[in-house]
């Protein structure tokens, strides 16, 4: 199984700065990740997948990248309703799996 | 639109049968490459994806736990049904279905389940 790690766990970060999110796989996951945003009390929000596409409807300000291990999501010029709770997820192998997610809060 | 929403009891006992109805309009599971899956969340805690069901009938479980995972769809009423046997407390969750066949595009709001007696 391969286990997601996220770092940091916690992102304190001043709205119109930029926040950088990372994701580790325990082996190769190719670049079947996605990333989702998830908020209070919501069903989680698909953002990125194959590591590095926009789903439909993602403003610009969110980029993903990374292949293999390591991955990361960027979100620049940060909105007050980009703070919220963010997840990765490998589907390049059986189970998948998520990683244990990182908070983004406002500092 | 793509819409599923989830049904199912709030509260089951300990040792209980869970079953979870998702029922999606939008898109047909009968369609080449189509799939759903149900995914989980404990309060507060991190998702974890339990099964998938495709287009073609093939299924896929949690490895930690396939022997009480079932995963069945009826393609005429548009519907998933997950069912999971011997609850237990910490199986106390938030219970999503959810579009994809890798990454999830589409997740329904979810149902909270309670294991308790």
């Known amino acids: 199984e391969r286990v997601m790690t996220q770092f940091p766990a916690t992102l304190s970060v001043s709205p119109g700065k930029s926040a950088t999110l990372s994701c580790r796989a325990s082996q190769s996951v190719g670049s079947n990740l996605a990333w989702y945003q998830q908020k209070p009390g919501q069903a989680p929000r698909l953002l990125v997948y194959g590591a590095s596409t926009m789903a439909t409807g993602i403003p610009a300000r969110f980029s993903g990248s990374g292949s293999g291990t390591e991955f990361t999501l960027t979100i620049s010029s940060l909105q007050s309703e980009d703070f919220a709770v963010y997840y990765c997820q490998q589907y390049n192998n059986w189970p998948y799996t998520f990683g244990q997610g990182t908070k983004l809060e406002i500092k | 639109q793509v819409t599923l929403t989830e049904s199912g009891p709030a509260l089951v006992k300990p040792t209980q049968t869970l079953t979870l109805t998702c029922t999606f309009s939008?898109?047909?599971?009968?369609?080449?490459?189509?799939?759903v899956s149900w995914i989980r969340q404990p309060p507060g805690k991190a998702l974890e994806w339990l099964a998938r069901?495709?287009?073609?009938?093939?299924?896929y479980y949690s490895t930690s736990l396939q022997t009480r995972l079932t995963i069945s769809k009826d393609t005429s009423k548009n519907q998933v049904v997950l069912t999971m046997t011997n609850m237990d407390p910490v199986d106390t969750a938030t219970y999503y279905c959810?579009?994809?066949?890798?990454?999830?595009?589409?997740w329904g709001q979810g149902t909270l389940v309670t294991v308790s007696s």
């Open positions: 069901i495709d287009w073609d009938a093939d299924k």
């Open positions: 939008g898109f047909s599971l009968s369609t080449n490459g189509m799939s």
């Open positions: 959810a579009r994809g066949r890798g990454r999830f595009d589409t």
